[in-house]
């Protein structure tokens, strides 16, 4: 069974300060990992995703993430954010190999970015 | 319509009531999935259809009973509800390759049950 944990349930940042947010995994088997995010009111929408290949991935809006095997995290990390960044952030996983599709979830950091 | 759409947005019923959600997908993908998100919770996972076969059931209660007539089209049809099951009912799609672990999300259909 798979399990994702995000430590923190909110985390305040002042615009233009960096942000990390944690997510960390369990799994038997290998993982692609991925990032969505959820405005208020609206669906999920994914943020940015590990499949294979370089273990550093970004979004088109300057957000990345790094797969870290050994340590099983996959951080979201971004530089600078702006007040348009506040919304809930959900860590999921699938499992890579079994051709099971279905996703786990952590249970989301909710990023609130104060002027 | 473009993506995955869900209807109704809103829906507020009686624990005697008998609803449908519904959920459509443009997206030409061959999985669809219902999951239930409630306030402090994880997202979870309730259901997965794929090419149109129940893959997954997750031990939800049978007064969730969902039906995918074809591979764009999914529902979730409700009856005697229960107040906890007031929720956010999100539906998604993925398709196949290796992106098939990619699921795109509809905007959801909020739900009160009074």
């Known amino acids: 069974a798979q399990s994702v944990t995000q430590l923190d349930s909110q985390v305040p940042v002042f615009e233009e300060a960096p942000v990390e947010l944690r997510c960390n995994y369990s799994s038997s088997v290998s993982v692609y990992l991925f990032w969505y995010v959820q405005y208020p009111n609206q669906g999920l929408q994914l943020l940015l995703k590990?499949?294979?290949?370089?273990?550093l991935v970004e979004s088109i809006n300057g957000f990345e993430a790094e797969f870290n095997k050994s340590q099983t995290s996959f951080h979201l990390r971004k530089p600078s954010v702006h007040i348009s960044d506040t919304a809930e952030y959900f860590c999921?996983?699938?499992?890579?190999?079994?051709?099971?599709?279905?996703?786990?979830f952590g249970s989301g950091t909710r990023l609130q970015v104060q002027p | 319509e473009t993506g995955v759409t869900q209807t109704p947005r809103h829906l507020v019923m009686g624990m005697t009531n008998k609803k449908s959600l519904k959920c459509e997908q443009h997206?030409?993908?061959?999985?669809m999935y219902w999951y239930k998100q409630s306030a402090k919770k994880p997202l979870e996972l309730m259901f997965v259809y794929s090419l149109e076969e129940r893959v997954e059931n997750n031990s939800v209660p049978s007064r969730f009973s969902p039906e995918c007539p074809n591979s764009s089209h999914l529902f979730l049809h409700l009856h005697t509800l229960q107040p906890e099951d007031s929720a956010l009912y999100l539906c998604?799609?993925?398709?196949?390759?290796?992106?098939?672990?990619?699921?795109?999300f509809g905007p959801g259909t909020r739900l009160t049950v009074l």
């Open positions: 999921a996983v699938s499992e890579g190999d079994t051709g099971r599709r279905a996703l786990t």
């Open positions: 997206l030409g993908h061959n999985a």
């Open positions: 998604a799609s993925s398709g196949a390759g290796l992106a098939s672990n990619e699921q795109f």
């Open positions: 590990y499949l294979s290949g370089s273990t």
